[in-house]
């Protein structure tokens, strides 16, 4: 592990609540205060055949353990408490109704709304949105949605966080959301979960006074698509945070179908309007950008990069950003586009593609050495005069 990300990874380390062992089984790491069984088969003495009323029956600090089942509900939570759910625990709710709103006063449907909450632990839960019942753009539908509020989503898979097909250009559709409003802090650890068939984002964090770590998740979007443009992780509008050891891949807008008509693109992991932010060691395939940031100061290092649809492997469009040891291969426009000033692009290994490093018309102070090129024709092309990049975030 190379020195910058060993600093990432214990900075994160210290920051957020160390994961406590996955959920599933009979090892739990203390004995619950609350026991949920939707039938009570798996869990006759179970006091709660609903997770929302052990929720509201419980103190501050308790643990609700939810044993396998199916469980028909939308989840509010307002209090500092953990869920850990057995394997085979399902929240499945049927026809959701819109119970918070976002930064722009929209209304929001989530299956798990945690509010004005401290150390909210949410594990290992299914949470599948395919019964939502949403039948419109709006509400806006999430899986898992934290505000203001601070905790852990871990060894959860949440899944199907879309509409029907005849809505798919709805920007709707979010798997996991972190967000802070109304000047609020959000601070929360997103580990190991498997997200996918979401409509719009994978795993967002938003705002300013929100802070996210992103580690060890495995996040697939729906492949080519000609509904919403697609984004696996997303860092904006001021949040602050880590990508870490993510794999993300299938993030694919579907009339972005060459460079003269790409009227807008999906990415893997987009980092946008934020500042400070690292990626680092994850794994992306199959997106029509790899890594795009905009934001000032990001270190994008030692990630794998590969079959990058129509467009390119990294985006620089920001100022004083670091991409240093990458492994850039098969990118359909560049492996790496600058359109900022003063980036420094460093010892990246970079395979097929028409450009290796390409330079936007006008930009002034990058540097790129001891870069290494295969099977690229043009390794350096400086200036270009335009350019197809045109990202589509979430909010």
């Known amino acids: 592990m190379r020195k910058s990300a060993l600093s990432v990874f214990l900075l994160f380390s210290v920051s957020f609540a160390a994961p406590r062992p996955a959920a599933g089984g009979e090892d739990h790491d203390r004995k619950p205060d609350l026991l949920v069984d939707d039938d009570k088969v798996e869990c006759p003495t179970a006091a709660f055949t609903s997770i929302q009323d052990a929720i509201n029956a419980a103190k501050a ?231 795009f940031t905009n934001g000032q100061n990001a270190k994008i290092e030692s990630n794998i990069i590969s079959n990058s649809l129509v467009l390119v492997g990294i985006d620089l469009a920001g100022d004083d950003n670091l991409a240093s040891g990458n492994d850039v291969t098969n990118s359909g426009q560049a492996a790496i586009l600058i359109e900022g000033n003063d980036n420094k692009v460093q010892s990246n290994d970079i395979t097929e593609a028409p450009v290796g490093i390409l330079k936007l018309s006008g930009t002034t102070g990058n540097t790129h050495p001891g870069n290494t090129f295969f099977d690229t024709l043009i390794t350096v092309q400086d200036p270009v005069p335009a350019h197809t990049v045109r990202v589509a975030p979430q909010r």
Request: aromatic residues 4%; contains cysteine; glycine residues 12%.
């Open 61 to 291: 600090g308790n643990l609700i353990r939810v044993c396998p089942g199916t469980y028909h509900e939308q989840l509010s939570i307002n209090k500092s408490l953990s869920i850990e759910g057995d394997n085979g625990a399902i929240l499945l709710p049927v026809n959701m109704v819109a119970n918070t709103s976002g930064s722009s006063g929209a209304p929001i449907a989530a299956a798990i709304l945690v509010k004005d909450a401290a150390n909210v632990e949410i594990e290992g839960l299914i949470v599948d949105t395919a019964n939502s019942g949403v039948s419109a753009c709006s509400p806006d539908l999430i899986g898992i949605l934290y505000q203001n509020s601070s905790g852990s989503i871990e060894h959860n898979a949440v899944r199907n966080t879309k509409l029907s097909v005849s809505l798919n250009g709805c920007q709707s559709g979010d798997a996991i959301v972190v967000q802070s409003l109304g000047g609020g802090t959000s601070k929360v650890s997103i580990d190991d979960n498997s997200v996918h068939d979401y409509q719009k984002n994978g795993i967002t964090g938003n705002e300013l006074g929100t802070e996210v770590a992103v580690t060890n998740n495995v996040v697939t979007g729906l492949g080519p698509t000609t509904g919403a443009a697609q984004n696996g992780i997303q860092i904006g509008f001021g949040a602050k945070g880590g990508v870490l050891r993510n794999t993300v891949t299938d993030n694919v807008w579907a009339p972005c179908v060459s460079l003269t008509n790409c009227a807008f693109n999906a990415t893997g992991i987009l980092v946008f309007q934020s500042d400070d932010v690292r990626v680092e060691h994850n794994s992306l395939a199959t997106n029509q950008v790899g890594i």
